[in-house]
């Protein structure tokens, strides 16, 4: 069953007076349980898709429907508490809370969710644990390396149990050994807990590991490959 | 968790907070002791000359304040007196007889203004004779007088000696007595020291041809904030076609005009204080909003609402201003309270400067309520006008947009 689809979908805005197509007609499905790379070239149009998908940006045309609902007709904060419920965001600068050390930024999104907080505590440090970060719960992103603020990043995502993450660029500011451990991490979950994964990438360790490869171009779908 | 965030957030850049908490501080810090001195300093020179002299208000014929002569006296009415004296907050109730004369001893004369006093109900308002530098103060009937150490001098006259009064009586009535000097008397004013005598009121009144009359009667109060209350109460038991009754401000009006161009100046000052204050604060909101557009484009991107985001930075600035303020508040109230307790007295050429102007050459702080909660809330104001900026920014943020940015 398909939890994502895209409809026709096209987003066009200004830069400097001109007219950008950033996306031109997309139609995508992504089902439960998928481990998704969508790859292309810089300005390709993939952060563009990404921001749609997760109800970031609104597309100027078409469709975009997660869990049968059709986000574009969210507004405001129904949207924003439809983002945190549903969805789990990586970005690619981690950014995480500066003033609050890995556990508290986990903690964080449940916060927002206003669920108990013997739950949050708990379920923080299970997901804290299971990124490999058993020992560092305490330290603030400062005192992180790159590759572990993003593993924070990948359990803040989760903490809120959402139905589908969205990771953008989460490699690219990472050295190998670092994106090898988050590429098996993020494994691990698709495959042990069913998680649902899509990045925008064009890094190839990330692309060898993903299970379907979509390709875009010039904001438009190229291939549509499942391994 | 949103106090957390903010509070720890204030202290991401250590030395910015502490420099828009300072300029908080101090702002607060200055303007309150400034306008402790200038309450406490100028109540303390109201509440002396109207408890040495004027009174709180004081009750003439109708016509008296224009022309300041005996033909504009009135006859002692002592039920008047009486009801004056049972009004809630009156202390004290005066009566005088004053005028001019010219005051002579050998070939020395000068120009004086004579009061015929009660002494005993003189001495308990102006507490008179407590300024007696020498000699005795005056009985009831006496038959002496007291006079102001410049005024002795330029006479050369001392104690027992014999001073001549010469003047124009009640319906210009040539006026002359002769009074031994009882004793000298020091006013912080030296121009109250060479022109003031006093004599008994019977004396005055023989001296004026001024049978039971007087030219005024003065009321002191419990406190000058009950001053307009008792006027309009006075004004109900008076015949206003007959007397009129005047407060110190009008009594006094260049004492009232120099008060109120002092608040004025001070108003002034603290606006421009608590304006560069706003606006530092608003520099520092604005300069960290700029850098965090960002985060907080994230922060909704994640799921967190708008006015969620709003009111952590919110809090933020808060706390911020707050820290500035409650130290401003906690470093002048002390002081504010020691000096209102130890008044500094202040000497040499200042001290000369303060006497030349008539005042008392000390410096007093107000601890008076009004003024510092007046400040809290100005500047809690502020600081609330300077958060609603953020407040505006993040409720207008395109996540999508401060993310790209």
């Known amino acids: ?227 | 968790m949103i106090i957390k965030v903010a509070w720890r957030n204030i202290w991401r850049n250590k030395r910015r907070t502490l420099i828009t908490a300072a300029s908080v501080f101090f702002a607060v810090f200055f303007g309150l002791i400034m306008r402790s001195i200038q309450i406490g300093t100028f109540g303390n020179i109201t509440d002396n000359l109207v408890s040495s002299y004027s009174g709180h208000l004081q009750i003439h014929k109708k016509g008296y304040s224009d022309e300041k002569i005996l033909n504009n006296s009135f006859n002692s009415d002592k039920s008047l007196i009486n009801k004056l004296k049972t009004l809630k907050h009156v202390k004290y109730v005066v009566p005088r007889l004053e005028s001019f004369a010219l005051a002579s001893s050998g070939e020395q004369t000068k120009g004086c203004f004579v009061t015929g006093i009660s002494p005993d109900e003189e001495n308990s308002m102006t507490k008179l004779s407590e300024k007696l530098t020498s000699g005795k103060y005056l009985l009831k009937n006496d038959k002496g007088a007291l006079i102001g150490d410049k005024l002795a001098s330029f006479l050369k006259i001392g104690i027992n000696d014999t001073i001549v009064l010469i003047g124009q009586g009640y319906h210009s009535v040539s006026a002359a007595g002769k009074y031994p000097v009882r004793g000298i008397l020091h006013f912080p004013s030296p121009k109250l020291n060479s022109s003031l005598a006093y004599i008994s009121l019977k004396e005055a009144r023989k001296l004026y041809s001024a049978e039971n009359k007087l030219t005024g009667i003065a009321v002191l109060l419990d406190s000058d904030k009950n001053t307009s209350s008792i006027k309009a109460e006075i004004k109900n038991i008076i015949n206003l076609n007959e007397y009129e009754v005047r407060d110190w401000g009008e009594i006094m009006p260049e004492l009232k005009e120099l008060i109120q161009s002092k608040s004025v100046s001070s108003y002034v000052m603290l606006g421009l204080l608590y304006m560069i204050v706003g606006f530092g604060m608003l520099g520092t909101i604005i300069m960290m909003i700029a850098e965090r557009k960002k985060e907080f484009g994230l922060l909704v991107s994640v799921g967190m609402k708008k006015t969620k985001l709003a009111l952590t930075v919110f809090t933020e600035t808060v706390f911020l201003g707050f820290t500035g303020l409650l130290a401003g508040f906690i470093v002048s109230l002390p002081i504010i309270l020691y000096y209102s307790v130890h008044p500094i007295y202040l000497g040499g050429k200042i001290a000369e400067m303060y006497e030349k102007n008539g005042f008392e050459p000390v410096i007093l702080f107000s601890s008076d309520t009004g003024y510092i909660i007046a400040q809290f809330i100005i500047v809690f104001i502020i600081l609330i006008v300077a958060s609603v900026y953020p407040v505006i920014k993040i409720l207008n943020l395109n996540p999508v947009k401060a993310v790209r940015d």
Request: no cysteine.
């Open chain 1, 1 to 227: 069953m398909n939890i994502i689809e895209t409809k026709n979908l096209h987003k066009t805005y200004k830069e400097s007076e001109i007219e950008v197509h950033a996306v031109r007609g997309v139609d995508l499905s992504f089902e439960q349980g998928e481990f998704t790379a969508i790859v292309g070239p810089s300005g390709s149009g993939k952060t563009t898709l990404l921001n749609m998908i997760g109800g970031l940006d609104k597309p100027t045309e078409g469709e975009i429907i997660i869990d049968g609902i059709n986000i574009s007709t969210l507004k405001g904060s129904k949207l924003i508490d439809f983002r945190l419920r549903k969805i789990g965001f990586v970005f690619q600068a981690y950014n995480l809370i500066p003033v609050l050390t890995a556990k508290e930024n986990v903690e964080f999104i449940m916060n927002l969710q206003k669920r108990p907080k013997k739950e949050r505590i708990k379920r923080a440090e299970d997901l804290l644990k299971a990124v490999g970060l058993g020992d560092r719960m305490n330290a603030r992103p400062s005192k992180l390396s790159g590759g572990q603020q993003q593993r924070v990043a990948v359990a803040r995502a989760l903490a809120s149990k959402p139905m589908f993450i969205l990771a953008d660029e989460p490699t690219a500011n990472l050295d190998s050994e670092s994106t090898r451990n988050l590429l098996e991490i993020m494994e691990t979950l698709n495959k042990e807990e069913n998680i649902t994964f899509i990045f925008s990438t064009h890094d190839t360790r990330v692309v060898n590991k993903a299970r379907r490869i979509i390709t875009i171009d010039d904001g438009k779908v190229l291939s549509d490959e499942k391994k």
